[in-house]
């Protein structure tokens, strides 16, 4: 199947009983046993449920896996692959990450002897040379939030490979999604989602997704999941199969109104930087139009104005778009990253990145473009 066809039909079969074209609800913690360990394929819903499954046969088609698994949190599927690890193991991720990653890293597993290094992705030599003998873990976060940064899956992967195969990529995807990039295809092990976002679509669940093509990797994702319980339930599990079905028509326009409000903004006489990875002057543009089908709908900008009253002033007066945390809905957010979703990284941290009190992050939905346009100029006219 292609991906579009994927989306509504990869990984998923008419339920038996009924011929139900979609998954029931199975809200059911347990299952009947004819015998002690004889059962119909499930015990007890930590370990499986059946609108799970369909969920996570779903994920692993749309990203060409093999096995998916759906988590309560995107932070609890990052919290699975991290467990794989022991003390003494080194991770080198980017130095532009999600605040809660950021925050899982440098705050919790840390302390239980995981070592961090945090290199910029934008140069290759940096994530080549910062490798150890006991670096087991990549962490790539592309384009990364909220910075928009590029990260080359595949040289990166042939890179780290070469050096040490043992060595596993994972790659966050939630800012591409599986319409636009399929880092399993580029060499990564391990994909992440926050499911919260473009996988579900409508702001109405929380979810994590782990996507995988090797059997080893699985069963030990599996194990984690089970004996830690990070699952997601059956009703998130319906929203998210039924949000997954759309995810190929609402991406398109998503990016089609991204690339009209990155420009509008780059042309704006009271707008500064504008972070958008589909400008050919980014950073990295070459390599964003090398993995990517497109270039989604997440826009960072910074005000010529670069005081936080004047960032303050903007986020306050929007009509359309919505002041919430979050991305990736069908409605259009903004985001003020320095004190909502970065703001667990340290102020001295977050200044280096460039995490300033002018930037301001775009989740631009569905909408029409026109209101959405309207919007931003009557807001930026205040």
């Given amino acids: ?7 509504i039909h990869g990984g998923q079969k008419h339920e038996e009983a009924t011929g139900s074209v979609m998954p029931p609800i199975f809200q059911t913690s347990t299952y009947a046993q004819s015998s002690p360990g004889t059962h119909k394929g499930y015990e ?19 990203e060409n896996g093999t096995h998916g698994f759906a988590f309560s ?9 991290l467990k794989m690890l022991h003390p003494g193991d080194e991770i080198i991720t980017g130095d532009d ?23 910029d992705m934008n140069n290759i030599d940096n994530v080549s040379k910062a490798i150890s003998d006991s670096t087991k873990l990549i962490w790539l976060e592309t384009p990364t939030n909220p910075l928009m940064k590029i990260a080359d899956i595949g040289e990166i992967s042939k890179v780290v490979k070469a050096k040490n195969s043992d060595i596993l990529i994972a790659v966050d995807n939630t800012f591409a999604t599986p319409y636009l990039q399929q880092p399993l295809d580029l060499g ?10 473009y996988l579900g679509g409508h702001s109405d669940l929380v979810m994590g997704a782990l996507m995988v093509k090797d059997l080893k990797l699985a069963e030990d994702i599996h194990f984690i999941q089970f004996a830690g319980g990070a699952v997601a339930g059956p009703m998130d599990s319906f929203l998210a199969l039924r949000g997954i079905k759309t995810l190929h028509v609402r ?26 990875p589909g400008f050919e002057n980014h ?11 497109d270039f989604g709908g ?19 007066n929007t009509k359309v778009f919505t002041l919430a945390e979050s991305l990736g809905g069908v409605e259009s957010l903004v985001n003020h990253p320095a004190t909502m979703t970065h703001a667990s990284i340290p102020e001295q941290e977050r200044l280096k990145l460039g995490i300033t009190d002018s930037l301001i992050r775009l989740s631009i939905g569905i909408e029409d473009v026109d209101d959405l346009l309207k919007d931003i100029e009557q807001t930026l006219d205040k």
């Fill in 1 to 7: 199947m292609k991906f579009n066809t994927k989306t």
């Fill in 44 to 62: 007890y819903s930590r370990a499986a449920n059946p609108t799970r499954t369909a969920l996570e046969n779903n994920f692993a088609a749309i």
């Fill in 73 to 81: 949190s995107g932070l609890s599927a990052i919290d699975c692959v």
């Fill in 97 to 119: 990450l999600y605040g809660g990653t950021y925050r899982m890293f440098s705050r919790m597993f840390a302390k239980y002897g995981l070592k961090f290094q945090f290199v």
């Fill in 188 to 197: 990564a092990d391990i994909v992440m989602h926050s499911a919260t976002k």
């Fill in 251 to 276: 991406m398109q326009r998503h990016c089609e109104n991204g690339r009209a409000i990155a420009n509008f903004l780059k042309n704006h006489n009271k707008v500064g930087e504008v972070y958008y």
């Fill in 283 to 293: 950073p990295n543009h070459h390599i964003a139009k090398k993995q990517m089908k």
């Fill in 298 to 316: 997440m826009v960072s900008f910074r005000l010529k104005d670069k005081s936080k009253q004047a960032a303050f002033r903007f986020l306050e």
